[in-house]
């Protein structure tokens, strides 16, 4: 008589923990190709949101506030924008920066909104505050400074409604002396009033030319130019034009606790002439 073995049953415990390995296993089959989708649909639907949905289609969602002189036009063609264009493709720092370059405001901001899609751009007019001139490629240009020393193009100033009604002027700029023109021009309202002139020389020199004290030298762009600026005030409120009867020519600031003042020689006086007279 054969003996027939006959595999035996596996105790209860190891064939529910086999079971509950397959259980896991089949589920993290499954929870893989609902990832897989999920992904695949999240893809498909970006792809049409940046295609489609997040993008500029047309002018009316280009927003401009704060400007009454800049308008929507003139930002879009600043900005090289074209229609239809993926909000997201744009850099609001870029862009920012180039609109700043190109219109003449003094500050911009861009902000990308997404529901509605739309792009906004906040600008701050620029006030030309003198006119000015500087020598370029073309010979010498014509222009405005605004009151932090940027230079403005004719045609940025022209779209202005009463570009530099002040007297003021500024000759020979150049980017270099923009930090000494802001300071001069930010000084104080009072000093910025009395002025009529503010000149660099090819060497870098600065001078201003006063209505109360005429021809004054500031002598170099360095760090002692806020204390002339400040003595500059001083002198402007407490220097009378006549100094015993001679007038004032100009004042050398160079060295600032120690001015140099040039003064016109006496006219004759009427005895004078007269017993000079054969």
């Not at 405001?105 to 792009?119: G, M, T, Y």
């Not at 940025?156 to 020979?172: C, D, F, H, I, K």
């Not at 003595?231 to 160079?254: C, F, K, Y």
Request: net charge positive; glycine share 6%; proline share 7%.
């Amino acid at each position: 008589m054969r003996a027939v073995s006959q595999a035996r049953p596996l105790p209860p415990g190891v064939e529910r923990r086999r079971q509950l390995r397959l259980q896991r296993r089949n589920e993290r089959l499954r929870n893989g190709w609902r990832m897989l989708v999920l992904l695949g649909l999240s893809a498909g639907l970006g792809t049409l949101l940046l295609r489609y949905g997040w993008s500029l289609t047309s002018a009316e969602q280009v927003e401009v506030v704060g400007s009454s002189h800049v308008g929507r036009e003139q930002v879009i063609s600043a900005a090289e924008l074209r229609f239809p264009q993926p909000l997201l493709s744009l850099e609001p720092q870029q862009l920012a920066a180039a609109l700043k370059q190109e219109l003449p405001v003094e500050d911009v901001r861009v902000s990308r909104w997404i529901a509605p899609p739309r792009l906004r751009v906040t600008l701050v007019d620029r006030q030309p505050v003198a006119r000015a001139q500087r020598r370029g490629p073309q010979g010498m240009e014509r222009g405005y400074v605004d009151r932090h020393g940027h230079w403005m193009s004719a045609r940025q100033g022209q779209t202005l409604a009463n570009p530099a009604s002040s007297q003021l002027e500024v000759l020979g700029w150049q980017e270099r002396h923009r930090s000494a023109l802001r300071m001069v021009m930010e000084h104080s309202d009072a000093l910025r009033a009395d002025l009529r002139q503010i000149r660099f020389e090819p060497d870098g020199s600065l001078w201003v030319q006063s209505t109360r004290l005429g021809n004054v030298r500031l002598g170099p762009r360095d760090e002692r130019l806020e204390r002339r600026l400040t003595v500059l005030e001083h002198l402007t409120a407490s220097l009378p034009a006549q100094l015993q009867g001679r007038r004032l020519q100009a004042i050398d600031l160079s060295e600032p606790e120690q001015p140099e003042l040039t003064v016109a020689a006496p006219a004759p006086t009427q005895a004078a002439t007269a017993s000079a007279r054969p």
